[in-house]
């Protein structure tokens, strides 16, 4: 089967060959990897690339550039909580992130655009969490360091491409993912758990379903696919189904917000406290600041669960929405 490859490829092989530094023939392998198209036909040529590629950042002479992109994928955590956006290349991860968030990502029709995670932030009424665009996942190469960074999501968006069929990326991708001891939590039963496997969460996010004419191909995929996914049609494009994203997020995300308020005025419902579902008085003392657990007197809380104003203890288990008062 032909490669098909366009002219910028040659000429970007030709200044590799030349190439006289280890730093430079890096960046031009990528270069290379990224303009070549993925078909059938060029399995061979990318494997082969990767092979180098993977090559050269091993060297003696390439170290200190590993340990340079060995830092980039160390992400800061921030907002409520840390989600991978991953997937296939093409699949249309970029795009999702740059939609939902104020992150910039490079987005682009040519394969293997993004060679680093982005982070950026996504709102959800009235609190943020965070998005990680990753490169794409290849069984020909993967990264340690990006094995490693989605192992400590708290949530994995996992995105297909509706219109490349979307069913062999799915499977691909898990396949992949678990071979590391990344498990889907709805697969838990199917895996004995020890003690370096990781069970995370994970959202389908089907992209690419723009309007109601890829309606239908939606539903076939959702008549295959088994084993209780969570699945969800989306579009970078147009923002298809947003607002149901954020809502999934943030119930899989498994937090509650909590709100407080100085005696004898009223919450500030702006900027809420978030806690792990299950969180306690104490925790929330804790995260407000060590005083607060060291030297809390009494505790009120207005919610749902008991009557407005109501004299708890340290360990009473809040709920999403609670309102509580903190007396020193």
């Avoid at 003392?285 to 104003?309: E, M, P, Y």
């Amino acid at each position: 089967m032909p490669t098909n490859l366009p002219p910028d490829y040659f000429n970007v092989e030709k200044r590799f060959r030349a190439a006289d530094t280890t730093a430079e023939k890096i960046s031009l392998l990528e270069e290379m990897m990224s303009l070549v198209p993925k078909h059938k036909g060029t399995d061979h040529l990318r494997a082969d690339l990767r092979r180098k590629l993977s090559r050269l950042k091993t060297s003696p002479q390439g170290k200190k550039g590993i340990s340079r992109r060995t830092a980039v994928f160390n992400i800061h955590r921030e907002g409520a909580g840390q989600i991978a956006v991953i997937g296939p290349t093409n699949a249309g991860k970029s795009a999702l992130v740059a939609a939902l968030t104020h992150a910039t990502p490079q987005v682009s029709p040519a394969p293997y655009t993004t060679w680093q995670p982005i982070p950026g932030m996504m709102q959800i009424e009235n609190f943020q969490v965070q998005l990680v665009d990753t490169p794409p996942l290849d069984r020909d190469f993967i990264e340690p360091e990006l094995i490693s960074l989605i192992s400590r999501a708290d949530l994995v968006l996992l995105v297909v491409d509706l219109q490349a069929d979307p069913l062999d990326q799915l499977e691909d991708t898990v396949h992949l993912l678990t071979e590391h001891r990344i498990v889907p939590l709805n697969l838990k039963p199917d895996h004995p758990p020890t003690e370096r496997t990781n069970f995370i969460p994970y959202i389908v996010l089907v992209n690419k379903n723009d309007d109601a004419a890829t309606d239908e191909d939606f539903e076939i995929f959702c008549a295959l696919v088994e084993q209780g996914w969570q699945i969800l049609p989306v579009s970078a494009l147009s923002g298809r189904n947003f607002d149901m994203l954020r809502k999934l997020v943030f119930e899989n995300l498994d937090i509650i917000r909590v709100y407080t308020r100085a005696p004898g005025r009223e919450p500030d419902f702006s900027r809420p406290f978030v806690l792990k579902d299950g969180g306690t008085i104490e925790d929330l003392s804790a995260q407000i600041h060590h005083d607060f657990v060291n030297n809390l007197r009494t505790a009120r809380v207005w919610g749902k669960s008991v009557f407005d104003g109501q004299l708890v203890q340290r360990d009473y288990i809040l709920s999403d929405g609670d309102i509580v008062e903190l007396n020193l």
